[in-house]
């Protein structure tokens, strides 16, 4: 049997430093699975009832064994039972694969599988956290599978995102609200209704009955950037006061402004979009771009020659004059 040995080249690929966890891909029954943690601590291998339906394995083919599973925690989960089924570990022509006996698990985690030391010592695997790595014997050469360590970061953030919602208090029956009702201020001057639509008059809104006196005010909606603008002069002190209390502010809208939309999906809900047809005709297309020139000289990098023939434009078709 060769000899298991971790050496420098195992390293490669690998951002140092880190204390990622081992999660690996794996083909279960025929299935690609990602998001497999391999945990040498575990002494059970557990698969989770929602990977449990993809290679369609009927819940009533599980056998009766209902095993109480322990974390560090404390928190105690109940398998629903257990299933024999097949998993192959390492690439072509240096894979194994072995039967492996799962407890099935109804719970949300951030993995799919998890392999513990029972299915470790069926493969005969070894693993090397600091490289990533974990090899064991085939029929021809060791085999080895690599860690991913990219996907072991979004299940480590997945997996925080999970103790944060069980932290939350949910508690049944109280209400934060004070005893005493919200009192709303009261206007200090009287307010009337002035219509804001002219082809909709239910659109209303309250605005001072002493401003101005003459002619009655009518507001209007600005079709471009949909503000409600008054008619006629303001009086400066008070335009001053709301911009000193910062009520209000100076907004410059630009002529390319985009409104949001809202469109239908092919599902039937709903999405904000952008609607960016005005800008869209104001840019012609240019249909012949510059390519980026940075891009060009790291493709000549190791050649000879730099070819400028246009195969596009046809222009290697042009008959040249034998004397040229």
């Known amino acids: 049997m060769e000899p298991i040995t971790f050496t420098e080249v195992d390293c490669i690929g690998i951002r140092f ?6 999660v690996i891909s794996a ?8 998001r497999v943690l391999v945990n040498n601590s575990s002494s059970s291998d557990i698969i989770f009832l929602n990977v449990n339906r993809q290679p369609k394995v009927e819940e009533e083919s599980l056998s009766p064994l209902q095993t109480p599973l322990v974390g560090f925690t404390g928190d105690r989960v109940t398998s629903m039972g257990s299933i024999d089924l097949s998993i192959t570990i390492g690439e072509y022509l240096r894979q194994t694969t072995k039967l492996v006996t799962f407890l099935v698990v109804d719970y949300l985690s951030a993995y799919n599988i998890i392999l513990g030391s029972t299915a470790l010592n069926a493969f005969q695997a070894i693993i090397s956290t600091y490289h990533l ?51 709303r201020g009261e206007p200090v ?11 909709n008059p239910t659109k209303t809104a309250k605005i001072d009955a002493n401003y101005p006196p003459k002619p009655k005010p009518t507001l209007q909606l600005s079709s471009s950037n949909t503000t409600m603008c008054l008619p006629g002069p303001i ?79 046809g222009y290697n078709q042009i008959l040249m004059h034998p004397a040229d």
Request: aromatic share 8%; hydrophobic share 40%.
């Open 189 to 199: 001057e009287e307010l009337v209704e002035v219509p804001i639509d002219p082809f």
């Open 27 to 34: 083909l279960l029954s025929n299935y690609k699975v990602r």
């Open 133 to 183: 790595a974990m090899k064991f014997p085939t029929d021809l050469r060791v085999g080895t599978v690599r860690g991913e360590q990219t996907v072991a970061k979004e299940c480590y953030v997945a997996s925080l995102k999970e103790v944060k919602l069980k932290k939350a208090m949910i508690i049944k029956g109280l209400d934060v609200k004070d005893e005493n009702e919200l009192v």
């Open 17 to 22: 430093p880190h204390d990622d966890p081992f």
């Open 235 to 313: 009086p400066t002190c008070r335009v001053d006061k709301l911009l000193e209390a910062r009520f209000v502010k100076n907004v410059n809208y630009s002529r390319w402004l985009s409104n949001v939309v809202l469109v239908r999906k092919n599902n039937g809900k709903w999405r904000l979009c952008v609607d960016y047809s005005n800008l869209n005709r104001a840019c012609p297309k240019d249909s012949y771009p510059l390519p980026r020139i940075d891009l060009l000289v790291d493709a000549t990098v190791g050649h000879q020659m730099l070819s400028f023939i246009d195969a596009f434009s």
